[in-house]
């Protein structure tokens, strides 16, 4: 007989969420997470000096504040706060100008010169229509017919076109250069349709709830997540690895926030070999060089724009931005890289010791990359900030190879837990109308390698279990958890 209902292997967002609608429904829910503390991308740890709180991995959460799940759960209750930069995001030139990513269309639309009117016509259909559009993009692409076909479609056909084609209806260099950047989030070339979904879907965020920070860092949301789950009876246990599913008590239902490659050295046997091969030949993404700062005061940018925002991206141009995700995904070391940094004190001056900052960076960079890129993130910083290096007072470097050892889900320092080149970021891990499911009845996948993929948002933890719950424990759950 089983000790437990369920068992979750993996304490990050993905698996907690999924532990905590299985608790909600009234099983008996166990974690246990490898590491001494929970939170996989969502931890918050003093990584430079005393009274320095950083976020080794996830700052900035467009997809989680207005996440369905998340909704549903109330983290709120739990202490979850957000905090709102004024500007989202801002992607600085080097004559001092900005294009901004704001919390309206028509404030970020006159930010793009030329372009204003091209900016206005992509994004007015879909301004203050998340919720809608989240109903439909944060679920399995084929699970059930859309909540909202018409604008799903409109984001569809415009999605369609790779970034690098999209670009060319504007004239200007801003447009080009913001919707690119947005578009590297995506850990994909230019070239890659999905990645014009990412950065339209990031920019309606920022629209409707903006590019917010969590109070206290992200481990602030693995917070509120963990109080949810064991108010409602679920129990974690920390510093346990979990290398093979016999290792934990007997359960109707097991659900890993791992990797596809380590749910196929976990489960093992209990899988076909087929189907294990295929696990174990899933394509993983470019990994990140990362790092964390210390500073005596701001950033001192150029831009006025960029010390009002939470996000900075950092390239010259659009045309730097290609040439640095094209190197990446070609096996070279772009330089200069693209950096993605974020400013959490600007909006939690927590988060420091009086007078200090926090400052958040990182660089993409081939899969496994092992050199010393901290000189030409800091040129690059230097740019857009000169007398940069003259106030740091102390600096964390994380090589993809430290990401890994950190959190094994992130394989190579792929903080996207696989390629989203192609379809990959929609046929994760592989094509199948139920991608949690495996032929096992009882094990299913939870982590960021599922749809609607990475991200903190919980939504695929959430489609796990639900999957889980019906197929195992005659439980239903809606697609869209805020409309239960």
């Known amino acids: ?61 467009p997809l989680a504040i207005r996440s369905p799940v998340f909704t549903t759960l109330e983290l709120n209750r739990h202490g979850l706060e957000w905090l709102q930069p004024e500007i989202p995001m801002a992607h600085p030139f080097p004559d001092g100008t900005a294009g901004l990513l704001a919390r309206s269309v ?210 010259a141009r659009y045309a730097e931005v290609r040439a640095a995700l094209s190197d990446v995904h070609t096996g070279r070391v772009p330089d200069p890289p693209f950096l993605i940094t974020a400013q959490p004190t600007l909006v939690d001056p927590s988060r420091a010791p009086t007078g200090g900052h926090t400052f958040w960076v990182y660089a993409h960079v081939p899969s496994g990359y092992d050199g010393d890129l901290t000189d030409a993130v800091e040129r690059q910083i230097e740019r857009f900030a000169p007398g940069f290096r003259d106030i740091v007072h102390a600096r964390h470097v994380t090589r993809p190879r430290d990401l890994e050892a950190a959190n094994p889900n992130y394989v190579g320092g792929d903080i996207a837990c696989g390629s989203a080149a192609g379809l990959r970021l929609v046929a994760r891990p592989h094509l199948r109308r139920t991608p949690y499911a495996t032929p096992d009845p009882a094990v299913y996948l939870c982590s960021s390698a599922t749809p609607p993929g990475p991200g903190v948002h919980g939504m695929c933890g959430y489609h796990a279990a639900r999957v889980a719950l019906d197929r195992r424990f005659g439980v239903r759950l809606p697609i869209d958890p805020s409309r239960s």
């Open 1 to 61: 007989m089983a000790e437990v209902d369920a068992v979750v292997v993996g304490a990050g967002p993905n698996g907690l969420t999924a532990a905590a609608v299985m608790a909600r429904a009234g099983l008996a829910v166990r974690v246990y997470e490898a590491a001494e503390t929970a939170g996989g991308g969502s931890r918050t740890r003093e990584l430079t000096l005393p009274g320095f709180r950083h976020d080794p991995c996830s700052a900035v959460h």
């Open 106 to 315: 028509d404030e970020t639309a006159a930010s793009l010169g030329p372009d204003e009117t091209a900016y206005r016509r992509l994004m007015e259909p879909f301004a203050g229509r998340w919720d809608e559009l989240a109903a439909d993009i944060l679920r399995p692409p084929w699970s059930a017919w859309p909540e909202h076909p018409l604008r799903l479609a409109q984001l569809g056909l415009r999605s369609a076109v790779p970034a690098a084609l999209l670009g060319r209806i504007f004239r200007g260099e801003r447009a080009p250069a913001l919707l690119a950047g947005m578009t590297a989030h995506a850990m994909a070339p230019l070239t890659a349709p999905t990645g014009t979904a990412v950065a339209l879907v990031f920019a309606v965020a920022a629209h409707s709830s903006g590019w917010p920070i969590p109070r206290g860092g992200s481990q602030s949301i693995v917070d509120a997540l963990l109080a949810d789950l064991t108010a409602h009876g679920g129990e974690v246990v920390l510093g346990h690895e979990v290398r093979d599913l016999a290792e934990v008590p007997p359960a109707r239902a097991y659900l890993l926030d791992v990797s596809p490659t380590a749910l196929a050295r976990i489960a093992g046997d209990r899988l076909p070999a087929p189907f294990r091969s295929r696990l174990m030949r899933y394509r993983y993404g470019p990994g990140v060089y990362k790092i964390d700062y210390a500073l005596d005061e701001p950033v001192p940018w150029t831009s006025p724009a960029c010390r009002r925002a939470g996000t900075v991206h950092l390239a």
